[in-house]
Each structure stands twice: as C-alpha cells, then as structure tokens.
C-alpha cells in the first residue's frame, strides 16, 4: 500500500479552530506541503497575523513569530534581514494585509523584501464576526454594511494584488483560489514558486488566494465554494500578474 | 486502481467538502454517529468503490484524511 | 584616552554601534534625524542592517522581528514618532524582546514644537502603550552619560528580555560635549535559545508571541512579567546626588533639567543658600527609596522638582518624598527652558524668603 495523501509534517497535531468548510486550512495545508517540497522547513520562520490566522503560529511546524495586525511584513523584514539565508513568510487576511497593514505591504514589496507572502482574501472579517473588509464587494452584506456595502459610501474593493503587481520590487505576484482540487493544485504551484523565487533572492512574492467564509457568508461550506467562484472570482480575477523570471528568459 | 481512506473522525466537522468532491460519491456525513466536537463526520462503507484519487483529502480543511492506493 | 567633541545624536549612534548593535530601523524626525543618518553611514562598516521604514510603526515592528531573529537591535524617534512606536513597544514587552529604544523629548502635545521638552515621562515610565507593563528607562544627563550608558542598556535588554528606554530631550540630542570613550566589557549574557532562527529540524519551533487568549494563560503571564519587574526593581534602580551636606534644598530633576538645577544650586550657594540636586538616572524603576532617604535629611527643608514640562515626574517625587518634607514643582513647557535664576527663586520661595 503507498500513501497518496496524508497530513503534512510542516503541520503541527494542533486542531485548527477554523470553522467547518472554511478554507483557511486548504491553504495552510499548501504552505507546509510546499515547505516540505522545497526541504525548507528547517529554515522558515513564519509570520502570523491578527485576524482568523491569528493562531498560525500554532500549526506550523517551523520557528513562528505573531505580528501585530497588519505588520507582518515589518516583522519579516526585521527577521529576513537578520538572517538573509533563511525563508520567511507571512501568513495574512485581508483586513490584516488590505486595510490596517497597506503601508506595511505596499513598502515591503517596494523595498523588493525577499519574502512571501500569502495572502487570504474572503471578502469579509472573519475574526470580529463578519465586519467589512476592504475587499467586500460591492452590494456585499456584512455586519457593518448591513444594507449591503455602498460604491458611493465605501467605494469598490481594493484589488491587492493588481496593486501589488506595479511595483518594481515585486518579483511575483497572483491569484489563486482553492475551491476545486484543479484550483488547489494550481494554488500549490503558485505558492512553490513565489517560494523559489525567494530563495533565489528575486525579490517580494505573493500569492493572493480566494477563501471562503461560510459562517460570516451565511451559507453551508459548499454554498460558499460556488458564491465563491461565481461571484468572487469576476471581481477578483485568477491571473499571474507579475512574474520576473518570465521577463528574463 | 483501488484506495484506502481514512478518517480521524474525532477531528472532522462534518463541513461535507469531501462528500462534495469525490467523484464516485462514496463519502457520505454518518449521522448515527456524534464526535466529540458535536458534528457528524466523514465515513466511507463503499471503500472499495474508491479510486484513491484524493480529492478528499486534499480539499479537508483540517488535514484529517489519509489516502492509501491498494 | 582623548577627549573628542561630539554631537549627542551622533554618539548615541556610535556608541550603540561600540555596544553590539548591528541592527537599526527608524523615520527621521526631528530633533533626533542625526541618529538614522549617522547609522546609514556607518552601520554598513560593521556588516550591519541599517533600513529607513515607511513609518515609526513599520520601523518598531521591524524592530520586534529582528529582536526575535536574535538580534542586537535598536530604534531611534522623538515624542511623536514614539507614540506612533507603542503599538511595537507593547508587543515587545508582552513577547519578552530585547531592544533599545531612543526617545529624543521635543515639545508636545500633537506636533507641539521641535524643541527640547520632557512631556514624555509619564508615556515613557507607566508603559504607553495598552496593558501592564513597564520599560527599563534610563535618563542620561550628559553626552557622556549616554555613551557610558549605552552598552548597559543593550545589556539590560538581553539579560531581562525587555525593551530599554535612552530617555534624552532635544537638548542633549543637539548639543555638542566632550566625550571619553571607554571601553565597558559586555556582560556574559545567556544565548538567545528562544531565537525564530530556523529549528533546523533539531529542536522543537520557537514562538514569539504576547496572545495568550485563555484569561488564567494571560493571568500567569503578567505575573510572571510583574515577577520581572520586581526583580528590576530590586536590582537597576541608578541615580545621583550631589552636595547633599547640609542642603535646605533638594532638587530633584533628570536630564537637562538636572544641569539647570546644579546652576540654580551654585546661585543659591552665592546667597548663602545650600541646595543639593538628586537626579534619578533610572526614572523607571525609580528611585523612589533613595530620595525618601535623602529628603528626610534634618538640613532639608523643602524638595524642588525641575523639570521641562508642566509637571510630571513630579508625581513620582511626591510618591517617594511621602510627606517627610513639602514637595513643590517649577517647570516650562513646549521647548522652553526654565533659567537657572528662575530655579533658584523657586526654591527661595520654597524656604519661604
């Protein structure tokens, strides 16, 4: 008999407090696969944020260091330029990486900071209960937009990773999403590759995944897999948005 | 090509996101049974129906599911 | 060893690099922006980390990481950039890293002014940021004072796993003083075991962390970290006193404000008066014992506090003078400095004459 899938030694025992469906744990699971691949476990060191990943540090099984909301890239900036030889990541949601941290993000990608970053876009807060996040969609009901998020009140969302893609010092930047075992496998090959490309030293990576958020959604696990796909992804398109190591062949 | 899965069973929560993805439609939530957590979980009596594809696995969200190709 | 003219800011960098610093991260400010730009210069000779931040905020949470990473690190702003620093600071003391911080004091509140002021004391000595805790912070009076300081503030850090305040004003940041450099040994300080270095698959993951979400967890946490501060209480407390001999005066004042009260003193002693100055050089702990002690002297008659600000160290002389003898309070605010004349007639009029 031979194993074809079993949980990741880059994963602690710890249970994930997640909720049922929430797919926070596909992506965990697709950052320690992808450090066991790489054989780089043994020299991460990992960057949790405030938000529902807050207890991150307890599932990886790597050195672990919780930032404060929105400054995981600050605290990996510290860590990496320490110790320049070792991957680092953050580990990031989106009112974490989109809304209290733009400055942190913005300017490590501009400094061209070797590290990676995933970053879990649902469209709302999920930690505090269901808030507005900077990447709700338009029409998009929420605790703090219960009539539905207003374009004239709040504008439309912010789109990170095209953003992200302007900047010089980002090597690579896309969107995945997990919500089919096609989209997990590509999501996989996404997240190893911005993790090679930091250790070749490149420059800033991430990868944006769609997530859902059935409990804040109000849907059943699978509900939120289909709005996900139909209404997420048109506002928050999959692509590969910057990739240097294809500019250069 | 015939597969072998498991559950720990103790730590599912019952989501369904591998109910949903099989594509031979053997895994089912067994409601005779209540885990520890309050939530009927993942089983499969039909195993040998199973193409050990998995698609379970990789979409279970809390790492509970091992596949094995017989 | 010679004597050589430096720029406060200036030697604060350099002896922060003589003490093992190899690791810096900051935003200008004034009046203190001659600390990054000496680093930029000079940090890269020592094959160091020297990186200008979008913000005092990205600046202490780079901070945080390159503690954790085991790091000898510090940071630089003045009061406004170090209220934006709380946020790291908190974090810090929750998480136990070391680090030095230095806060060079300019007029507040908001913008205020960037002249020397000592607003920052109740910020720097209750914690300024949310939750229980408390910083090591040192007050050097002279240029000299802070290179000497300098290399037991990275010691302090290491040995209690706690962020060390250099808690100066504009004044001493600006002005230029002769200085001797010494060479201090370092401490024989424990290793960074608890280090997010990469476990190399040989022992089990580090974490830095200050979340402990069950109530009891966080509980036990502030005891231990209050079981710290005790012991810091016991063991760091520093301070000065000068011509205490027969005083009917006891100034009390820290930084700048000291220096003032040594020329008030030498007015008042022209007068006949004797006063003596004693200058907490720790202002946390504080010195709370020492000063009781020394203001229950028979000779003195009333306790002057100076300071450049409207009041608040003050508190802290009242807590340890504990009604022996009358406490009384002259200070200016906002980047003004109070005369050494203005001092001395404040004291007078203590004495009632």
Known sequence: ?249 | MAGNVTFRQDRCKGCGLCVHVCPVKIIFLDETVTNRKGYHPATIVEMDRCIACANCARMCPDSIITVERL | MAKELWKGNEAVAEAAIRAGCRCYFGYPITPQSEIPEYMALHMADTGGVFLQSESEIAAINMVYGASGAGARVMTSSSSPGISLKQEGISYMCGAELPAVIVNVMRGGPGLGTIQPAQGDYFQATRGGGNGDYRLIVLAPATIQEVVDLMQEAFDLADQYRIPVMMLLDGMIGQMMEPVEWTHTPASDLPGKTWATTGTEGKRPPNIINSLFIDPDACNRHNQHLEEKYKKIIENEIKYSINDLVDAEILFVAYGTPSRLARAAARLLGEEGIKAGVFRPISVWPYPYDALREAASQDSVQAVVTVEMSTGQMVDDVRIGVNGVKPVSFIGQAGGVIPSPREVADAAKKALGR
């Open chain 1, 1 to 249: 008999m031979a194993i074809v899938y079993e949980k990741s030694k880059a994963l602690t025992d710890a249970e994930m407090h997640y909720c049922p469906g929430c797919t926070h744990g596909i992506i965990h699971k697709l950052v320690a696969e992808t450090l066991v691949d790489l054989d780089v476990l043994g020299k991460s060191i990992g960057v949790a944020p405030v938000g529902c990943a807050v207890f991150a540090y307890d599932y990886f099984n790597c050195d672990m260091h919780e930032a404060a909301h929105g400054r995981a890239p600050a605290v990996a900036t510290g860590i990496k330029h320490v110790l320049p030889d070792r991957t680092v990541f953050t580990y990031q949601g989106d009112g974490d990486l989109a809304a209290i941290g733009t400055a942190e993000i913005v300017h490590a990608a501009m400094r061209g900071e070797k590290i990676t970053t995933i970053f879990v876009n649902n469209a709302v807060y999920g930690m505090t209960g269901g808030q507005m996040a900077p990447t709700t969609l338009v029409g998009q009901k929420t605790t703090t937009a219960p009539f539905g998020r207003s374009f004239e009140h709040y504008g439309a969302p912010i789109r990170m990773a095209e953003l992200l893609a302007t900047i010089d010092g980002a090597a690579y930047i896309e969107r995945v999403t997990v919500t089919t075992p096609a989209h997990i496998a590509k999501a996989k090959r996404a997240i190893k590759k911005a993790f090679q490309i930091q250790d070749e030293g490149l420059g800033f990576t991430m990868v944006e995944v769609l997530s859902t958020c059935p409990t804040n959604w109000g849907m059943t696990p699978v509900e939120a897999l289909s709005w996900l796909n139909e209404t997420m992804i048109p506002a928050f398109p999959l692509s590969v948005f910057r990739d240097i190591t294809k500019k250069e062949k």
